[in-house]
């Protein structure tokens, strides 16, 4: 195992933590409500995100023995569990993003750092940087292809893809786990501006934004 330091990031007393749109979202009177919306946006905040690198192989034996699932098989997949609350997507030859529920993160990550034992590799808690906005309307794609220059035709971006890409001005990781939706995994300095940004293309379509 390695010797890093290990530190749980989840506070164990009554502190209250704040999503990158706390206040975009959560602290707003009032939200945007379509009658007969579009695009329906909600955030999927205090979920545990972690960058794991290293090689494919041993990475894939140790994601198998604690989580039960393998990576990602092919470039840019996002593959997910029973539940589709777990998912891991490829990033790049030696570099994937688990998302978990919130509150799992640090258990998995001292079971992959056992397993993986002395192998040369990464584990980085990444979910105090970022969030995820979900996307689901029969306008989406439309929002889309607004903000982003990678094509999102359904023949080019089917269910299980995911991809770095920009949005607007921003960095961003944009996935498609179901048929009728998308996610935008966002840094939090961006959180605000894409959200905004979301909220202006959408409005020709109608958008409600739920909690």
């Known amino acids: 195992m390695s010797d890093v330091k290990e530190f749980e990031t989840r506070p164990a ?8 749109l706390a206040w975009s979202l959560h602290e ?3 939200l945007p409500h379509a009658s ?11 979920l545990g995100h972690l960058i ?11 994601v198998r023995e604690v989580m039960g699932m393998a990576l990602p098989a092919r470039p840019l997949a996002l593959v997910s569990d029973d539940s589709g609350e777990r998912s891991i997507q490829w990033l790049s030859p030696d570099e994937w993003l688990v998302i978990v529920p919130g509150g799992e993160e640090f258990a998995l990550e001292q079971k ?3 397993s993986l034992g002395q192998s040369h590799f990464s584990i980085v808690n990444v979910g105090g ?26 023949e080019v971006f089917p269910v299980g893809k995911g991809v770095s890409t920009v949005f607007a001005k921003a960095t961003v990781i944009l996935r ?36």
């Open 13 to 20: 007393d009554d502190s209250k933590a704040e999503s990158p």
């Open 28 to 30: 707003q009177k009032s």
């Open 36 to 46: 007969n919306p579009g695009i329906i946006l909600s955030e999927k905040p205090f």
């Open 52 to 62: 794991l690198r290293g090689g494919a192989i041993v990475m894939d034996e140790a």
């Open 112 to 114: 992959l750092r056992q």
């Open 129 to 154: 940087g970022q969030t995820v906005l979900s996307l689901k309307g029969k306008a989406s794609r439309d929002v889309l292809m607004k903000s982003i220059s990678y094509d999102v035709h359904e």
């Open 176 to 211: 498609r786990p179901e048929e009728d939706g998308w996610e935008l995994v966002i840094r939090r300095s961006f959180a605000d501006y894409c959200y905004r940004w979301l909220l202006d293309a959408a409005k020709e379509y109608g958008v409600s934004v739920t909690r």
